[in-house]
T-cell receptor, first 117, second 112 residues
């Protein structure tokens, strides 16, 4: 149980285009999902917290107009990188928090490798 | 906010030996401490976690200890195997915060 999927696993796009990444909790409901960005050999950097049915909360320094997050259901959150630039190339990982009473576990997806050319 | 420090940044052990990774945290309100294993090109995998009302938890070759007074917790891997080679991250979170605060990671290499 507690499986989180991401799609696509890797994507290459041209500068100026937009890319959408999906994050799904496959066997549990998640009122809260998180989006992280990870550079090579570094830790995970939290970009935003996404709550189902409400606006995402972005971390300081993350442009909300560039990284659009939608959490339309208890099992799906999407991250859209708008007008992508080469510096947006990174490994993007989502995670989902189990929505049970007292649940604290947070499970991660397999990540999406974005390359902007 | 919470600050999680993790040591060492790299660790090399021989197969069969034990490996210990240590983390400290700053926020006394933190009460949930998970450990994640991340293999190259993959997402982090939750391997064990501990809550503040417990001092130690074990799952086969993996154990985690927590010292709330000193604000530190450790991951212990016994009888290491080459497939244990990966990057390990510790994290901490309080009930009032949703997001995990991660350490910088430890790259563990188990040599045959």
């Amino acid at each position: 149980g507690a499986v989180v999927s991401q799609h696509p696993s890797r994507v290459i796009c041209k500068s100026g285009t937009s890319v959408k990444i999906e994050c799904r909790s496959l066997d549990f409901q998640a009122t809260t999902m998180f989006w992280y960005r990870q550079f090579p050999k570094q830790s995970l950097m939290l970009m935003a917290t996404s709550n189902e049915g409400s606006k995402a909360t972005y971390e300081q320094g993350v442009e909300k107009d560039k990284f659009l997050i939608n959490h339309a259901s208890l099992t799906l959150s999407t991250l859209t990188v708008t007008s992508a630039h080469p510096e947006d190339s990174s490994f993007y990982i989502c995670s989902a928090r189990v929505s049970t009473s007292g649940g604290r576990e947070q499970y991660f997806g397999p990540g999406t490798r974005l390359t902007v050319t | 906010g919470e600050n999680v420090e993790q040591h060492p940044s790299t660790l090399s052990v021989q197969e069969g030996d034990s490996a210990v990774i240590k983390c400290t945290y700053s926020d006394s309100a933190s009460n949930y401490f998970p450990w994640y294993k991340q293999e190259l090109g993959k997402g982090p995998q939750l391997i064990i976690d501990i809550r503040s009302n417990v001092g130690e938890k074990k799952d086969q070759r993996i154990a985690v200890t927590l010292n709330k007074t000193a604000k530190h917790f450790s991951l212990h891997i016994t009888e290491t195997q080459p497939e244990d080679s990966a990057v390990y991250f510790c994290a901490a979170r309080s009930d009032s915060g949703y997001a995990l605060n991660f350490g910088k990671g430890t790259s563990l290499l188990v040599t045959p």
